[in-house]
């Protein structure tokens, strides 16, 4: 039983793609989508690198079964070729939706960090950062769950709505509270867990736990912090 395992290794070890082949299956999918035909020329272009290189990539991906080239013809993914490509892409697209909607980043920097992470993040970690975006709007059962619906879920909720030893999950902050790197460094931002100490007998300030450490805050400052109860 163990060998069969082992063999199983090396051979999914050897069907493994370096990021540099992923990125030749992106991008044909990409230009046979847009063109549909992916040229040499256009691969070499699209990617900024010599045309031997990319004879060079095309040959290795025609080995392994994921294009079907032949010289001078244009080059066309194989159904396994298509999978891996297609799986890419929504890897890249997860990430920068992340990087954009939920942690605020430029889109310009989000494509770059997604470009560099989409090859490095396996199928079970890119399915626990789909969940924990879904668990982060608070839409676990919605089947349309976006970032614009944290202003419209009837599961997510101002944090000064919480009572005194209720918990909740930060979704979305205000960007009016201002001195976001501040609070950060006190563990107050997206994903993390706040709790409710005690209230001061008019409700105002709030005395808050984060990671551990008490917080008092005014109950206007905690109206622009969203929160699913957990």
């Not at 890897?91 to 989000?110: G, M, V, W």
Request: hydrophobic fraction near 35%; include cysteine.
């Amino acid at each position: 039983m163990f060998e069969s395992f082992n063999i199983f290794v090396r051979q999914m070890e050897k069907e493994k793609l370096s990021p540099h082949l992923e990125d030749y299956l992106e991008t044909i999918s990409a230009l046979s989508k847009n063109d549909q035909i992916a040229r040499t020329t256009d691969i070499a272009n699209t990617l900024n690198v010599k045309k031997p290189s990319v004879t060079a990539a095309l040959n290795a991906l025609s080995k392994k079964g994921f294009v079907d080239y032949q010289k001078y013809k244009p080059v066309t993914l194989t159904k396994k070729g298509d999978a891996i490509a297609n799986q890419i892409s929504k890897k890249h697209e997860l990430l920068k939706t992340f990087f954009t909607d939920i942690l605020d980043i430029a889109p310009e920097e989000s494509e770059v960090a997604a470009c560099k992470m989409e090859h490095s993040l396996g199928d079970s970690m890119m399915q626990k950062l789909v969940n924990f975006i879904k668990n982060l709007h608070g839409c676990t059962n919605c089947t349309q769950c976006k970032h614009s619906c944290v202003n419209d879920c009837p599961n997510i909720l101002p944090l000064s709505s919480l009572k005194k030893g209720e918990t909740g999950l930060v979704v979305a902050i205000d960007k009016k509270l201002g001195n976001a790197s501040h609070y950060a460094g006190m563990g107050l931002s997206l994903g993390g867990k706040v709790s409710v100490l005690r209230k001061a007998p008019l409700g105002d300030p709030f005395v808050l736990e984060i990671r551990g450490t008490k917080l008092s805050m005014r109950k206007d400052e905690l109206d622009l912090i969203k929160i699913k109860k957990i």
